[in-house]
């Protein structure tokens, strides 16, 4: 009796924990899981270009700035790309599944790392104006449908 107890405890402390989940359907197709690369990238080039204007880059920092935001449009893509794959590995085994969104991950830390320098020789190319701006609005705010999320 007890052991019964305590199984039908541990069914309702899982409930509550993964409501969000249970009767869910499983997403079919990348669609499904609104991640669309186009408008996450477009989103990105929008928020850069304004950031860009407010910003009132110098002759000596334009090419900085173009660096490092190929640098993380670069990044960003690989993670959307990454993302959008993240469907097909749903019927792996879980090791697999897992080893894969590891690697996925892992691609994108790389070159969150490359772009690195290129923000380290932006930013200290700014003034304390310049410096604030960007710390306020940089990292950018995207949802996963790749529009701009509001404070």
């Known amino acids: 009796?007890?052991?019964s107890i305590s199984i039908l405890?541990?069914?309702l402390s899982f409930i509550p924990a993964h409501a969000d989940v249970i009767g869910k359907p499983e997403p079919s197709s990348p669609s499904s899981q609104?991640?669309?690369e186009e408008k996450t990238i477009k989103s990105l080039d929008e928020s850069l270009s304004e950031l860009e204007a407010r910003l009132k880059l110098t002759a000596a920092q334009i090419p900085l700035w173009q660096d490092w935001s190929q640098r993380l449009k670069?990044?960003?893509q690989i993670?959307?790309?990454n993302k959008k794959k993240q469907h097909e590995w749903r019927n792996l085994a879980a090791p697999l599944r897992q080893e894969k969104w590891m690697a996925s991950v892992q691609e994108h830390l790389n070159a969150m790392q490359a772009s690195l320098p290129s923000l380290?020789?932006?930013?200290?190319?700014f003034n304390e104006e310049q410096?604030?701006?960007?710390?306020?609005?940089?990292?950018?705010?995207?949802?996963?449908c790749g529009t701009r999320e509001s404070d």
């Open 131 to 144: 410096k604030l701006l960007f710390d306020r609005e940089v990292p950018f705010k995207h949802n996963a």
């Open 74 to 76: 670069s990044a960003h």
């Open 120 to 125: 380290k020789s932006l930013y200290s190319s």
């Open 34 to 36: 609104c991640i669309d």
């Open 79 to 81: 993670k959307a790309q």
């Open 9 to 11: 405890l541990l069914i």
């Open 1 to 3: 009796m007890k052991s």
